[in-house]
């Protein structure tokens, strides 16, 4: 996978918690720090895309629902949508958590974001996430270039009891949604243990943290709609770095060595492979995100544009 370079430095536009979206999808977080992993092991994870060793003429939509539960207990939902074009790609991610979860995760979000394909790996260009929580809304908005963030607007800015950002922080990173989306060491088609050898330098415009992932081991799935078949089993690990709040029960939850993992499912006609099952090991209960809708469409080869997820 290959790093894309964050921003111009300064924490002041690292906002702390949720934000609404404009068409009401909102994710409701008790902090930020809960907020960006959520929305990395949530809707990121939830619809992110992984390539198996190139984009060229992989075009295709991914349309992909999950469910959220937690000790069997459904307690909310994502919707992804992923268009990838031979030159382009867009995500659109929505989710919603409440129920049990309110200790950790509770209300809804919306993200999205855009990117160039060049040299067979995805380079963002913009990424936007709306969140709205019971204490307060806060909403990002990223311009990067080549990995850098060029504009970056976050509100509400972020308090003193955030770990600092710091411009290195910023650079040589990528956006939550695009985090999925990484080209395998080693080509060939099927799955492979290689597509889990990576580390994921993830940024949302407030928090900064990695997901470390190891191959674990190759297992099967069936959705209610969609894929049935084989999966490569990733496990993760999730080390913040930066913008939360060192106390937050999401961060103290995902951060003390749980065991996690993440399932990856071949999206049919490319090259590609999306996330279709998160886990997060936890001797009280876990937490499962797993897809229930997993479907795939052409593209039209000749388009010239990739179309905004959003709108259709």
Known sequence: MR????????????????????????????SHAAQTTILAMGSALALLMA?????????????????????HIRVGDITATVVVGDSE???????????VMTVLVDGEASFTTHGTIKDDHPVPTTFTSKIVSNAET?????????????????APLPGRDRVPVTEANRQRIIDPLTAMMFSAAAAGEGLSKEVC????????????????????RMDKVTAEKGYAGPVVVCSVSYEPIAGHRPSTPL???????????????????????????????????????????FEVTAQPQDASKVADPKAQ
Do not use: C, W
Request: charged share 20%; net charge neutral.
């Open 89 to 99: 790609y867009a995500i659109s991610a929505r989710g919603r958590a409440g129920g």
């Open 251 to 293: 961060i103290k939850y995902l951060s003390e060595g749980r065991e996690m993992e993440m399932a990856l499912a071949p999206v049919a006609g490319t090259r590609l492979l999306a996330p279709f099952r998160m886990l997060v090991v936890s001797a009280l209960a876990n937490l499962v995100i797993e897809a229930n809708q």
């Open 138 to 154: 806060s909403e990002v908005t990223m311009v990067l270039d080549e990995g850098s963030v060029k504009e970056l607007a976050a």
């Open 197 to 216: 050898r990576h580390t994921l330098p993830v940024f949302d415009g407030n928090h900064r943290y990695d997901l470390k992932l190891a191959f674990k």
């Open 3 to 30: 790093a894309f370079a964050s921003p111009d430095g300064g924490i002041a536009l690292t906002a702390p918690h949720s934000v609404a979206e404009k068409d009401g999808s909102k994710m409701t977080l008790h």
């Open 51 to 71: 390539a198996l060793g190139g984009y060229a003429h992989a075009e295709g939509k991914l349309d992909a629902s999950y469910t959220i539960s937690f000790a």
